[in-house]
DNA sequence: TTATATCGGACAAATTTAGTCGTATATAAT
DNA sequence: ATTATATACGACTAAATTTGTCCGATATAA
């Protein structure tokens, strides 16, 4: 459980790709499904979280394609698995606003502020880590 | 997918409910599955793996039990997750001696190596994160 | 009008996690 | 010895999640 998704890799590939070839020109979800080999229908998904999320941007009908919003620099993890995954949670009950619904645990549980603890440190670490240093 | 399992949080559950009350008497895997309402066969395995990863001990026939081997403050997570998930992989390739089998791109990656040095910082957070600091 | 691209949701397959069951073995008490 | 109660261990099933597919709609350049 302690795993980057395959939305996350393929994310993290699409965007080294985008990375290293839009300087004059757009990229489409075919092109980099065939490059990276990355089924295209997953890429197709993934790619519109990543706009909705403004790490890339689109350009509709023919030749269009996408492009990096920012440079890698200014992306994180956090901000890649939150845009194509969801957001980072340790246990179901660390989120503001956790209900019985939840855990039932809940309001008695001496483990969730420990426990959200650890989960921000590894926000934390992941919000340092740039997509610069891993593309 | 960056999440704790049901077992691991079983686990800690069971280490905690362990340090508070062996003091003077072994528990057994109905008593904490009762006292912490966890599934008791579930529970039975994971006291198992925690056995055979030296985290707690066991002493078998009528009045038997278990105890923690040793104090909560020389338990680690990475430990606990080791013992009752498998060691932490951030993807199927971050591991000694990972071959095509495990991931096609192998070799030419150019993700796995700043990705393994990721993994590395997460399994150090969680080596330095004892149970005394989370029960 | 056609070809090619993104957009968006529903669906299906595969994998993983969570939970259950049956049986064997160990040991204290009767 | 027998019984009751505990751990040990593996096979199995159910549930949930992830991964991948399909279909139709919309946008736009040629």
Same mark, same amino acid.
Request: proline content about 3%.
């Given at each position: ?16 790709? $985008? ?12 092109? #980099? ?8 229908? $997953? ?24 492009? $990096? ?7 994180? $993890? ?44 590894? #926000? ?12």
């Amino acid at each position: 459980m302690l795993k980057l998704s395959k939305s996350v890799e393929y994310a993290i590939f699409a965007i080294k790709y $985008l990375n290293y070839n839009t300087e004059d020109r757009l990229v489409s979800t075919k092109e #980099i499904s065939e490059s990276m080999k990355i089924p295209y229908d $997953l890429l197709a998904k993934i790619m519109q979280r990543l706009v909705k999320n403004d790490i890339v941007s689109s350009i509709q009908g023919t030749k269009g394609g996408y492009y $990096l919003t920012k440079p890698p620099g200014q992306i994180n $993890l956090t901000q890649i698995i939150s845009a194509v995954d969801s957001e980072i949670r340790l246990t179901d009950c660390l989120f503001d606003n956790a209900t019985e619904e939840d855990c039932s645990r809940i309001g008695a549980c001496s483990l969730r502020s420990p426990l959200n603890n650890l989960q921000n440190k590894i #926000i934390k670490l992941f919000n340092s880590t740039t997509l610069e240093e891993i593309i």
